[in-house]
């Protein structure tokens, strides 16, 4: 499904991959790794309706945001990317995780410009701010020790402006102080349970930032980001706020 919102069209490719186009820009948010541009979608009772479309290869990215390592995938960006492309992405991505072995993000044949996590920098006609994004130490979103899955400083989200109209993805995050003070159009929060705001702390978020729309994504790519969307969508219409799901 596309939305379209204030002149933008905006789809959601599984995960946490976004497309927000304008007239004369395209911005993705974290490429690949699972959805749409992988193939790696794991099917679930309330699939949210992408199925697996490896041959995607738009290449007509302006801008691409990657938040943090988990969602850093070489492969998504190339087939997003193009050589005008300018990739901004979170200081310090190298690709080596537990799980993965990929090359440093700045050795990727594109223009690379890292941020921090309180930034804001213009790329061509983009205007884009970073927020901190992490889980907290004595919050619900730990591993089995109690560290968070998303320490303080491991990455951001992002805020672009696109055609006058600002974006808000939030990145893997819980919900932070700074979050409640946004003043952005279309929020597209992460809602899946396990490492980030869960639908009902997001819905709250949304209820008081008051955004003129809300898209919610991360959530049922695979098992274990399970959420009742339609329970979401119900809280965030409760406050006054549209929701659109991206859903059969």
């Known amino acids: 499904m596309t939305v379209r919102h204030e002149g933008l069209t905006v789809d959601w490719l599984g995960y ?3 497309r927000i186009a304008g007239g004369d820009s395209v911005v993705y948010t974290d490429p690949g790794r699972y959805g749409i541009l992988t193939g790696e979608w794991e099917p679930h009772e309330d699939d949210v309706g992408h199925p697996p479309a490896t041959d995607y290869r738009a290449e007509d990215a302006d801008v691409v945001c990657v938040t943090h ?4 995938d070489p492969d998504g960006i190339e087939r997003v990317a193009n050589e005008e492309t300018t990739i ?11 799980e993965r072995d990929l090359p440093p993000i700045v050795d990727l044949p594109y223009e690379v410009r890292q941020v921090g996590a309180k930034e804001q920098i213009t790329v061509g006609d983009v205007p884009i701010w970073t927020t901190p994004a992490h889980n907290e130490p004595d919050g619900p979103h730990t591993l089995p020790d109690g560290t968070p899955y998303h320490p303080e400083g491991f990455g951001c989200g992002f805020m672009v402006k696109v055609d006058g109209t600002r974006v808000y993805y939030p990145g893997d995050s819980d919900v932070l102080p700074g979050h409640r003070t946004l003043d952005t159009s279309l929020f597209c929060p992460p809602i899946g349970p396990r490492a980030t705001m869960d639908r009902r702390e997001a819905a709250a978020l949304a209820a008081t930032i008051e955004p003129r729309l809300v898209l919610p994504v991360h959530y049922n790519t695979f098992s274990n980001l399970e959420a009742d969307s339609r329970e979401f969508a119900a809280d965030v219409a409760e406050a006054g706020v549209p929701v659109v799901l991206d859903e059969k």
Do not use: P
Request: aromatic share 12%.
């Open 16 to 18: 946490a991959t976004l």
């Open 88 to 98: 901004v992405a979170f200081e310090g991505i190298d690709g080596r995780d537990v």
């Open 69 to 72: 390592v988990h969602h850093y």
